[in-house]
């Protein structure tokens, strides 16, 4: 069993690493593995079979994605808690691929990710709009706006500072002692190219 922190960001530096993020379940089990917990858990969570999960969580150990922290007892069973090893994920230049093929998967495990985001964003929508309509106040917050990027060079320096910033922030606030009265809050961003009219069906 791992006492190791989680790390902020980890460097994918081989290809089986970098299809595992590219797999949508098992980007998505990762989210969920920011804390400790069961494959039992992350199933529920999900919407899916337990056995599944755990299928997808050994395939994420044996890469060095998520590592075992910790049993837990729970009735007559002994329930193994996992955690991702990273809050992020950067992959490496040094994968072994041709500039052109390294830069496709990073913007197709993007991508990917983006898909992921938005479904879970979804579903935390619906169910806050329940609990909105029995009367109970959900604070919540958004912002969507648009910016120009010239060039390659000009995209990677604007993600780099974005990421930079919005880390800075969360670390401010996760970092703070929780209170009795704390609300847990997610915090999900995202930047990406408009899609253009030629992406359309529309005439």
């Known amino acids: 069993m791992s006492n ?3 790390q902020e960001t980890y460097r994918v530096e081989s290809l089986d690493q ?5 797999n949508p379940l098992r980007g998505e089990i990762l989210t969920r593995l920011q804390d400790p917990a069961s494959a039992a858990e992350v199933a529920r969570e999900l919407g899916e079979a337990p056995q599944r999960i755990n299928y997808h969580l050994k395939a994420l150990e044996k890469v060095g994605l998520v590592q075992r922290v910790k049993n837990r007892r729970v009735k007559n069973l ?20 041709s500039p052109q093929s390294l830069q496709r ?23 806050l709009m329940e ?9 919540s917050a958004t912002l969507q706006t648009e ?25 401010k606030y996760r970092g703070k002692a929780p209170r009795e009265e704390s609300a847990s809050y997610r915090l999900t961003l995202a930047v990406y190219p408009q899609p253009g009219k030629d992406d359309s069906n529309e005439p």
């Open 18 to 22: 970098a299809a595992a993020l590219l």
């Open 78 to 97: 002994v329930e193994v808690l996992y955690r991702s090893v990273a809050r992020s994920f950067l992959l490496a230049d040094t994968l072994g691929m």
């Open 131 to 139: 609990r909105s309509d029995a009367d109970e106040k959900i604070p």
């Open 105 to 127: 998967l990073k913007d197709q495990s993007s991508l990917a990710h983006l898909i992921r985001i938005a479904e879970s964003v979804k579903t935390d929508a619906v169910r």
């Open 147 to 171: 910016i120009s990027l010239h060039n390659e060079e000009e995209r990677q320096s604007f993600v780099e500072e974005y990421v930079e910033l919005v880390q800075q922030l969360a670390a």
């Open 4 to 6: 190791e922190s989680i």
